[in-house]
């Protein structure tokens, strides 16, 4: 009987399971049933080996693979730690129901180039996994990177003016920051810590404080998948794409990839201690709380569902930073909780924006007086996901917004804790509305319609029950993110 697979190999093979899938995809062009089926195949799969490394994790394990060195001190390579964990535990896991929503999305709707559409989506999750699992700032980059090209043909799947502009301007921007921003820190870095290793505790520690705060401005606006504002335009302009892929940049996979790197960075390449002695990140805290502020008054202002979800996922993703931003272990626990909790509701409610669009052609918040009454399972849904973004219990967003604001009163950070408190009314005020609407106002004479198929209701009902039940049992994100602050 053999012995089992080690965790190490069982990581390698979550990285290469969906670039596999996406080379069998395209044998089954002419063939959807199987092309999906290997999709979702991948998919579970995918999920099954996350789930199987989870355990040894939580046991105190570090998976690692050495890799393979490209020049001295720089290598290719890959090892677990408790955030990565849960980052690849949400990609995946969302990745399979994306997937039985995108059946339903696709195929209604009629879209075009379905084959290259799941080739590139099984190339994005193939990146997500080695961004989770990367374990130095090389991998990551290499990743990052891979994953900005993957879901450039995503973002541009209709091919009209509009879709090519979006794109542009999704390239120019990303590939624009990590090229002139992101990269130069990892060499800054490389040069002053003589590796680019992420190691509990920093890797900076002895450094001074002006050229601390100088690569974190590079970092954080390098990594412009966070869209930190001023980077945060391709994110709006990104909505031209299918919903499916809107749920990938703002739930799965893109902006998460953001918002993780720059945790990742915080906690494995700065350190906390080093950036509290030295006050080298006293004004992310400021330029957090500027774009939680400023993207939740934009997002009031829009009348287009997936342009008011678009600006709330700015605001949503500055949360995080900001709760790294304050500092504190009890900070940047809420921080990771807050990844985890967004994923659900996000992908919730663009599931929903998609569903309203295949079953009534609506787009815009003004048109949906009474829908919730035509279809209660989509706008239920959308209210849990809406509640969720609000941080009311009992859904996942109440958690981290909790231990972010302990954070806050811990340090005495009266701004964030403000901040928290404005936005979380904010939230209220361009969520809530929608919901009044969808229930408790007559539909017009000429309504029609009822639920979208199957498949898209099953798949938001689904990520709609995930953002209660990781309010209920969060037992295995919080203890991830409880174990990532540890030495």
């Known amino acids: 009987m053999s012995a089992p697979a080690s965790p190490a190999s069982l990581m390698l093979t979550a990285v290469a399971v969906p670039?596999?899938?996406?080379?069998?995809?395209?044998?089954?062009?002419?063939?959807?049933?199987l092309r999906e089926a290997v999709t979702l195949t991948a998919a579970v799969v995918l999920f099954a080996l996350v789930v199987a490394i989870t355990g040894p994790v939580l046991d105190g394990r570090r998976p690692a693979w050495p890799g393979i060195q490209v020049m001295p001190g720089i290598t290719l390579a890959f090892n677990i730690e408790p955030l990565g964990m849960l980052f690849a535990l949400i990609a995946s896991g969302l990745w399979i129901v994306n997937s039985v929503y995108s059946i339903g999305y696709m195929r209604t709707n009629k879209e075009p180039r379905q084959t290259?559409?799941?080739?590139?989506?099984a190339i994005a999750l193939g990146s997500t996994m080695g961004i989770a699992f990367a374990a130095n700032l090389f991998t990551l980059f290499l990743f990052y990177e891979a994953l900005t090209l993957s879901t450039f043909p995503l973002v541009t799947h209709h091919r009209d003016d509009e879709a090519m502009r979006s794109g542009r301007l999704y390239l120019m921007l990303l590939l624009g920051s990590s090229l002139m921003l992101f990269l130069p820190a990892i060499i800054i870095t490389f040069a002053v810590a003589?590796?680019?290793?992420?190691?509990?505790?920093?890797?900076?520690?002895?450094?001074?404080?002006?050229?601390?705060?100088?690569?974190?401005?590079?970092?954080?606006?390098?990594?412009?998948?966070?869209?930190?504002?001023?980077?945060?335009?391709?994110?709006?302009?990104?909505?031209?794409?299918?919903?499916?892929?809107?749920?990938?940049?703002?739930?799965?996979?893109?902006?998460?990839?953001?918002?993780?790197?720059?945790?990742?960075?915080?906690?494995?390449?700065?350190?906390?201690?080093?950036?509290?002695?030295?006050g080298a990140g006293d004004w992310l805290a400021y330029v957090a709380s500027a774009s939680v502020l400023l993207a939740s008054l934009i997002a009031l202002t829009r009348d287009n569902l997936k342009a008011r979800l678009a600006y709330s996922t700015i605001s949503q993703l500055a949360y995080v930073v900001l709760g790294a931003a304050i500092l504190t272990p009890i900070s940047l626990v809420g921080a990771a909780m807050h990844i985890a909790a967004h994923a659900v509701c996000k992908i919730t409610l663009f599931f929903a924006a998609g569903s309203i669009y295949t079953a009534a052609h609506l787009t815009q918040v003004s048109e949906l007086d009474g829908i919730g009454?035509?279809?209660?399972?989509?706008?239920?849904?959308?209210?849990?996901?809406?509640?969720g973004m609000i941080g009311v219990p009992p859904t996942a967003g109440f958690l981290?917004?909790?231990?972010?604001?302990?954070?806050?009163?811990?340090?005495?950070?009266?701004?964030?804790l403000s901040?928290?408190?404005?936005?979380?009314?904010?939230?209220?005020?361009?969520?809530?509305?929608?919901?009044?609407?969808?229930?408790?106002?007559?539909?017009?004479?000429?309504?029609?319609?009822?639920?979208?198929?199957?498949?898209?209701?099953?798949?938001?009902?689904?990520?709609?029950?995930?953002?209660?039940?990781?309010?209920?049992?969060?037992?295995?994100?919080?203890?991830?993110?409880?174990?990532?602050?540890?030495?």
């Open 116 to 121: 290259g559409y799941y080739i590139c989506f």
């Open 400 to 416: 981290g917004k909790w231990f972010m604001l302990n954070g806050a009163m811990v340090t005495a950070n009266w701004v964030a």
């Open 19 to 33: 670039f596999v899938a996406a080379l069998v995809i395209p044998l089954f062009h002419r063939k959807p049933n």
């Open 194 to 278: 003589g590796t680019t290793d992420f190691r509990a505790g920093g890797i900076l520690a002895g450094t001074g404080g002006g050229l601390l705060a100088l690569l974190l401005v590079l970092y954080v606006f390098g990594i412009g998948k966070a869209a930190i504002m001023p980077m945060h335009p391709w994110l709006p302009a990104a909505m031209v794409a299918p919903t499916p892929v809107s749920a990938l940049l703002h739930a799965v996979a893109v902006v998460k990839a953001g918002v993780f790197s720059i945790v990742k960075v915080i906690v494995y390449i700065f350190g906390l201690d080093t950036l509290v002695l030295t």
């Open 373 to 387: 009454r035509r279809m209660p399972w989509t706008m239920t849904a959308f209210g849990i996901g809406a509640l």
């Open 419 to 487: 901040v928290l408190i404005i936005s979380t009314l904010l939230n209220a005020g361009y969520f809530l509305p929608i919901v009044f609407r969808a229930f408790f106002r007559p539909s017009p004479e000429d309504a029609h319609g009822g639920e979208a198929p199957w498949p898209i209701v099953l798949a938001l009902s689904v990520t709609a029950a995930s953002a209660v039940l990781l309010f209920l049992m969060p037992e295995i994100p919080l203890a991830l993110s409880t174990q990532m602050m540890a030495r």
